[in-house]
């Protein structure tokens, strides 16, 4: 994959004054980010962010990583996982040899049930629950299909199978779509800084759905992913004007 040379900040809320008006000791300046690396700035430190191949993404939170649907195509190169995170059982997000690959012996993974029935030790987590792991608080929201599958009467995705996922980074929320279509609940979504939003057909929905669903719900920063062979240009079009910042990255 090619590496990108330029690094994108989102800036965390400034600090508050000290105590009776006195000004706040200054803060260390943090490290530069590697090549090709976007950053987070939040209240409880630097999040990288690192694009990595479809559905697959890596953050480092301070000295935690965390891996999201880590798969045998993409390059699993990068540091160990603190915290694995799994949407859904299809092959490409949930790969029990890339997952071997890429976690610490004592690594959290967290995952839907139906995926947990076949992986040892996983942490459950349905739609609508959450987990506070100390350095990130995981949510599970709904991903599913509404209209698309393999046939009449069946859907590519169900509802409740599947979990997309709303990390809270101190003061800041990053969302990971998973497998979807443009749901009531992504529709519903409130105060994301960073989303990754799926789009790509017959198995999610394509960019000008995508892009009506991120309109409505608004992140700060959007990055399309697992988007093969889709046009983003239609991504761009239906945002143009919404105050959303679209981050294309190369992600094939």
Not at 137 to 148: F, G, K, T, W
Not at 188 to 199: G, H, K, N, S
Request: aromatic share 6%; with cysteine.
């Amino acid at each position: 994959m090619r590496a990108h040379l330029l690094v994108l900040t989102l800036a965390a809320c400034s600090r508050p004054p000290a105590p009776g008006g006195a000004s706040p000791e200054p803060t260390p300046a943090a490290a530069p980010a590697p090549a090709g690396v976007d950053v987070l700035e939040t209240s409880a430190g630097r999040v990288e962010l690192h694009p990595v191949h479809h559905g697959t993404v890596r953050l480092s939170i301070g000295d935690k990583v965390v891996w999201v649907d880590p798969w045998s195509k993409a390059d699993l190169s990068g540091p160990k996982a603190d915290l694995v995170l799994v949407t859904d059982i299809h092959q490409d997000h949930f790969d029990e040899a890339a997952i071997a690959a890429v976690r610490k012996d004592d690594a959290i993974v967290v995952a839907p049930a139906v995926v947990a029935e076949k992986l040892a030790g996983a942490v459950v987590l349905a739609n609508g629950e959450s987990r506070d792991l100390g350095f990130v608080r995981v949510e599970a929201v709904p991903m599913y299909n509404l209209e698309r599958g393999p046939e009449e009467g069946k859907l590519f995705h169900d509802k409740g199978r599947g979990n997309g996922y709303i990390l809270t980074i101190g003061d800041r929320r990053v969302y990971f779509s998973g497998d979807t279509e443009c749901t009531p609940e992504m529709k519903a979504l409130r105060d994301i800084d960073v989303a990754f939003v799926c789009m790509n057909l017959p198995y999610t929905m394509p960019p000008a759905e995508a892009a009506e669903c991120v309109a409505a719900f608004k992140p700060k920063v959007l990055y399309p992913y697992h988007y093969r062979d889709s046009n983003l240009d239609e991504l761009d079009a239906g945002l143009a004007g919404s105050g959303v910042e679209v981050r294309r990255r190369d992600w094939y």
